[in-house]
């Protein structure tokens, strides 16, 4: 008999909470939101960039230009086929927004090995050449397998390989939390 022990990290307060303080260290950092852009990487990333541009939006009065990525040709432990344009992979909001030049910051929901990562690095070179890519992350697991540390942390939450992190968003889940699994594996 197997039995996990699931613990809520953040509600949907706390996650409110840490996107508007990641909205404030972008503007701080970039001094403004002049020549950048939001990227998430699909699919929890992209809410919470469309949420992150929605507070930077509030806050400074102007948008900025938001769009999704899809990795899933750039992975390295799946299948799949990257176009050679990158145009199957990105879609920016408004439209004729382009990667090329740009501060971008990209956003997605947990952070891991950092595979994810690297692959939205290498769809976003294939869409323009930014000028500068920053990571944004809800949660930050530890365990990286490549070098890669991320810009702004909404939580660091140390784990163990045998937890597992979960984020929950309104939009895809029904409500917001992020929470932690620890599979106690099969007790007898």
């Known amino acids: 008999m197997s039995s996990n022990e699931v613990h809520v990290l953040m509600d949907e307060l706390a996650?409110?909470?840490a996107l508007?303080?990641?909205?404030?260290?972008?503007?701080e950092k970039n001094k403004g939101i002049n020549g950048c852009v939001l990227v998430?990487?699909?699919t929890r990333g992209v809410f919470l960039a469309k949420r992150l541009a929605a507070k930077i939006e509030e806050i400074?009065?102007?948008?900025i230009p938001w769009g999704e990525l899809d990795v899933t040709p750039y992975r390295d432990d799946?299948?799949?086929s990257a176009s050679a344009d990158g145009s199957k992979q990105l879609t920016m909001n408004p439209s004729d927004v382009s990667v090329h030049d740009k501060k971008v910051i990209l956003f997605d929901d947990v952070l891991y090995t950092g595979r994810t990562i690297r692959a939205a690095m290498d769809a976003l070179m294939d869409c323009g050449r930014p000028q500068m890519i920053q990571l944004a992350v809800l949660a930050d697991r530890g365990h990286r397998e490549l070098?890669?540390?991320?810009?702004y942390i909404g939580k660091n939450i140390p784990t163990s390989k045998t937890e597992e992190i979960v984020v929950a968003l309104k939009e895809t889940d029904g409500?917001?939390?992020v929470t932690i699994?620890?599979?106690?594996?099969?007790q007898a």
């Open 60 to 63: 400074e009065g102007t948008p």
């Open 20 to 27: 508007t303080r990641i909205a404030h260290e972008i503007l």
């Open 181 to 186: 699994i620890q599979n106690r594996g099969d």
């Open 40 to 42: 998430g990487i699909r």
């Open 78 to 80: 799946r299948s799949g």
């Open 147 to 151: 070098p890669i540390r991320p810009d």
């Open 175 to 177: 409500k917001d939390e």
């Open 15 to 17: 996650i409110r909470r």
